[in-house]
Structures are given as structure tokens and as C-alpha cells.
């Protein structure tokens, strides 16, 4: 069975979530945009191993974390899509205009397309990118 909890992250109080299969306990952190801190004590509250981070897109209220996050767990990073390499490429000039200290840059292991599928323990979820 799939679980969740949201983590309102960054001075904008913008979204990231956590989801993780309840049978292996395995989970997944999508848009981690900052307070790390906050993200990983949900991870070790729910008693969770974290196998990815997963991005819907890449502006720094969404993405300001995950490579800290990636490191910190030594896992993947799967998306966003690769029209996002430019808000990616930005992320050193967004922090300063932003106020994100510890954003930095990344490469995704995996760039997302429509219709690909993630996993995490017996969890399967598609992508679906919403029109634009």
C-alpha cells in the first residue's frame, strides 16, 4: 500500500513529499526544494530506507535540496524532464536571488519523459506531465 506525507519546505512553504510502500517500507522523496533537516526527520520518524528523490520540475523551491539530499542518502535522482536543464543550470544564480544558502546544482541519474514509471519497494507510479 502506498503512504504519504506532506512537508511544507522553504520560505514559500511549498510541497515536497514523502511516499513510501508500507510492506518493505522503502520510499521516495519528491521536490525537495530545502529544510533538509525537516525531510529526513520525517524519513527516520516513519523508520523508512529512501531508495530515490524524484522531480516534477526543477525550479529551486522544488529541486533547491535534492542534491544534498541524493548525497546525503547516496541514492538517485530520477526527473524532472530534460527541458529542465535550464532552471538546473540556474540554480546557483536562484539561490542568491532567493535566499536558498545550501542549493546546489545536480545531474539527474535519469531524466523523466511522459508515461515513464518509477518504483520504490512494490510501488509503481507513471509519469504524467500536466499541459503547459
Excluded at 522523496?29 to 531508495?51: M, R, S
Aim: aromatic content about 10%; glycine content about 6%.
Amino acid at each position: 500500500m502506498l503512504k504519504y506525507q506532506i512537508i511544507p519546505v522553504t520560505p514559500f512553504q511549498q510541497n515536497c513529499t514523502l511516499f513510501w510502500c508500507d510492506e518493505t517500507k522503502k520510499a521516495a522523496v519528491v521536490d525537495p526544494g530545502g529544510d533538509i533537516e525537516k525531510v529526513i526527520a520525517a524519513i527516520d520518524n516513519q523508520q523508512l530506507t529512501l531508495v530515490k528523490v524524484l522531480l516534477t520540475h526543477a525550479h529551486i523551491d522544488h529541486a533547491g535540496a535534492t542534491n544534498a539530499l541524493s548525497k546525503h542518502y547516496n541514492v538517485d535522482i530520477e526527473g524532472p524532464h530534460k527541458d529542465d536543464q535550464f532552471w538546473i543550470d540556474l540554480i546557483e544564480e536562484q539561490k542568491m536571488r532567493f535566499g536558498f544558502a545550501h542549493a546546489e546544482s545536480f545531474t539527474p541519474t535519469r531524466f523523466l519523459d511522459q508515461g515513464d514509471t518509477v518504483s520504490f519497494g512494490n510501488i509503481t507510479l507513471e509519469v504524467y506531465f500536466c499541459p503547459g
